[in-house]
């Protein structure tokens, strides 16, 4: 078993890393105590190529592996996470659809513009009454002619409010359940498509969070994205390699929060010598240390089998899970170690406490992982499976 990264994966981090620290670390404590989002930033990111991360190279993207995917998306996490988890909404979910199960068309359409930064893209599943059961979604799609029209709304979308293309699922087959589902890509300008009122959130506050409404949107044929009524079957293939993305993401968020207890420690001072000093918060740095490796091993290792081409469902759920509450228990206890320091917003781990908490739902709350887990380590089969 060989666990060296490539000379290729470790440029990647290490240009990811770069830029985050560059661009990023100095001017995002302005952007997220204003709810504002960082356009500027994105644009700079989509010239690195990190926003094409997984679109082939014909059409302008980076083609990267899995292992730098993850690699680059802890790394721009580990500065900030809602610039991390714009880029993974953008990457992993609307790219990412159209690059796998898109035709020629559409690969040539959105693909270059998407890989560029010229576009954000973003992916509409959960629907105000359908979260983790995304298959009871309600949104409809009935075919006129030459054309679908859309009716619904999807809710918690990142990016829903800036992105130029989004990925969508409705139901175009109410009496098929979850296999009267497809999906189909439309582009910001459409009649009936718009975005509703940013959410304000716990956390991410420099990213976009909105609803996407559909009002009779007249959708081309042509925007169908793979088979009919295979929109379902193939949002599970999406999302398994959103759930490693998801993963690194909660991976950067620890480290991050490891970072800035480190600092801390070694800076403050109390009864004559600095905490860092202290046996009782050595052990919490050491437990610290030694979880986020091990998330950070799972997330590999399930990135590593998405490259192999070898089934990574439960391998990216276990990373998930694990990483994503690694995250929340690191944030705690940094905060911790910080004091009152920790509960203002001077200091930056108050920022990465609120942004830790979306990991354990997005994308599959924790407790999905593990009905996922527990079926196939019990040979269950899921006849409607969950996201």
Known sequence: MDFELTREQRAVRAM?????????????HRYDEAHEFPHEL?????????????VPEEYGGAALDYVSYALAVEEINRVDASVGITMWAHNSLCTNHIALFGSKEQKAAYLPRLARGKALGAWGLTEPGSGSDAAAMTSRAIREGDHFVLNGSKAFITNAGVAEVAVVMAVTDP???????????????????????PYRKLGLHASNTAELIFDSVAVPAANLVGELHRG???TMQVLEGGRVAMAAMAVGIAQAALDQALVYMKQRRAFGKTLAEFNGLQGMIADIGTEVEAARLLTLRAAALKDAGRPAKTAASM??????????KAASKALQIHGGAGYITEFPIERIFRDAKLTEIGEGTSEIQRMVIARDILGFHQERASP
């Not at 994105?42 to 997984?54: E, V």
């Open 16 to 28: 990811a890393r770069e830029w985050a620290l560059a661009e990023v670390a100095p001017v995002i």
């Open 42 to 54: 994105l644009q700079s990111l989509g010239k690195t190529g990190l926003l094409g991360a997984l």
């Open 175 to 197: 009496a098929s359940g979850n296999k009267g589902i497809s999906a189909f890509v439309l582009e910001r300008g459409m009649q009936g498509f718009s975005a509703g009122r």
């Open 232 to 234: 379902f079957v193939n």
């Open 319 to 328: 990373a998930k899970v694990f990483a994503s509450e690694v995250a929340m």
